[in-house]
């Protein structure tokens, strides 16, 4: 088997008092660590392993535990704790919509305004439960008799500064589906998909957006070759996705980045409001100084936005609530500001974080570095703390590896399927993962007690 990571990330946090845990000993489990750091495959590898005993609070064996490794996504858990403890569990993002004018009778004589909260769900396929701003705001007018608008439909997306994305992201990585960035206003997960077909020559037909984004070019960079080498760059400034490589001779659909999302939501719901009879004139009209609430549209609740994200490892859903954390603790919205707010957090409940390097939220960033004591700490402190009205906690909200994991294919049919919440993390010559075990018996004992 060629080696193919330049370090691996291994955490796994075991509950000692556990009865699945019972035959797990200090002197076992060092032998264990030992064979795989050891292992010939690793000989090219930096390699941090901890296994931690919750009930005492000891190490029962590790190599390597305070050497600050690339984190990949395991910095998902790092941003979700810190939200769950400063946000709490029950928060939600609150995205006001106003009439900004006057009314005579079944008109607006002014613009309806949508002002961003940095709310990363907007649209979002993954909570179709939760009612979508565009029929929320369609719906709320017609309750109010509204039938025309004399003025436009304005999305203010200022809240966060330019450019979306993290400066310490690959350039290679925001044209995609992983490296949406996070605007003041995100809409349908900031991502839309590309549809062309190559001709195999540099040529391409038909290249389009589904849905159509306003605003966005879609420029062919691609040399001739018929070979199947396409590559997808995004240039915010433009706005444009670029097409480079080479094509071979078919149709390509990708999902790509949106960097400009509040355009989308003005143009679906400029759509939707005509289609359901609300007239909407695109007069030009100044903001006023009479401003009316329409409605408030709120999204899920953060411990649901943290169980999706971290199931699914969304990005832009982290990097939003890394913003949020700046933004409730009055700092400037930026990445930066974010992981200041958490390491204060961090040093406030004793947790050493002086080997962890935060540059984002999601773990996206290649110069994210932390030891894996520092994730012992962390997740060994949070394995009792309960949030929110359902007192959920992080290992809750975790995915179970042969459930809903998309890691341990050979575990579902094994007699540990269920009892590993983790999260891992990946990219090019990483591999990671963090997490519990037996997760069914973490904080067990501490709920009896409560009780």
């Not at 993002?93 to 940095?118: K, Q």
């Not at 700092?331 to 040093?347: I, M, N």
């Not at 997740?379 to 009205?389: K, N, T, V, W």
């Not at 294919?409 to 037996?438: E, H, L, N, W």
Request: charged share 20%; net charge neutral; glycine share 8%.
């Amino acid at each position: 088997m060629k080696l193919r990571f330049i370090f691996t990330l291994l955490l796994l946090v075991v509950l000692g008092n556990a009865s699945q845990a019972k035959d797990i000993t200090a002197q076992r489990t060092q032998k264990a660590i030992d064979r795989f750091v050891d292992d010939s495959l690793m000989r090219h590898a930096s390699v941090g392993v901890i296994v931690t005993d919750l009930k005492s609070g000891k190490m029962l064996g590790g190599r390597n535990v305070n050497l600050a490794c690339i984190t990949a996504s395991t910095m998902k858990t790092v941003t979700s704790s810190a939200a769950l403890e400063l946000l709490g569990a029950d928060f939600t993002f609150d995205t006001p919509v106003y009439l900004d004018g006057e009314i005579h009778g079944n008109t607006l004589r002014g613009n309806l305004v949508i002002v961003g909260s940095g709310d990363p769900t907007l649209g979002s396929v993954y909570f179709k439960d939760n009612l979508d701003i565009v029929r929320e705001v369609v719906e709320t007018l017609n309750k109010q008799g509204i039938t025309e608008i004399e003025g436009k439909v304005i999305v203010d997306n200022s809240l966060y500064h330019y450019p979306a994305y993290n400066g310490d992201w690959c350039a290679d990585d925001l044209a995609w589906d992983y490296g949406m960035g996070i605007h003041g206003l995100n809409y349908c997960d900031n991502r839309v998909r590309l549809v062309f077909k190559g001709n195999g020559d540099g040529t391409v037909e038909n290249a389009h957006f589904e849905p159509d984004v306003p605003g966005v070019q879609i420029i062919n960079r691609m040399r001739a070759g018929n070979e199947d080498n396409v590559g997808v760059l995004l240039e915010y400034a433009n706005p444009a996705i670029v097409l480079t490589g080479t094509s071979a001779d078919t149709t390509y659909y990708f999902n790509v980045a949106n960097p400009t999302p509040d355009a989308l939501l003005a143009d679906s719901l400029s759509r939707t409001l005509a289609k359901s009879g609300i007239r909407l004139s695109n007069r030009r009209f100044a903001q006023s100084d009479r401003r009316w609430l329409l409605l408030t549209h709120k999204s899920p609740i953060l411990s649901d936005i943290i169980a999706s994200l971290l199931e699914r490892s969304d990005n832009m859903f982290t990097e939003g609530l890394l913003r949020a954390i700046a933004v409730n603790s009055h700092r400037e919205p930026t990445a930066a500001q974010g992981v200041e707010v958490v390491d204060s957090l961090f040093a406030a409940l004793g947790i050493d974080a002086s080997g962890k390097f935060q540059y984002d939220g999601s773990g996206l960033a290649r110069n994210n570095k932390a030891p894996v004591k520092f994730f012992a700490d962390m997740l060994s402190y949070m394995s009792d703390r309960r949030f929110g009205s359902h007192q959920l906690r992080l290992v809750d909200l975790m995915t179970r590896i042969g459930v809903n994991a998309k890691v341990g294919t050979q575990i579902p049919a094994s007699s540990i399927s269920g009892m590993i919440a983790s999260k891992s993390g990946s990219m090019r010559d990483v591999q990671c993962y963090v997490g519990y075990f037996p997760a069914n018996e973490i904080g067990r004992a501490s709920c009896r007690e409560r009780v």
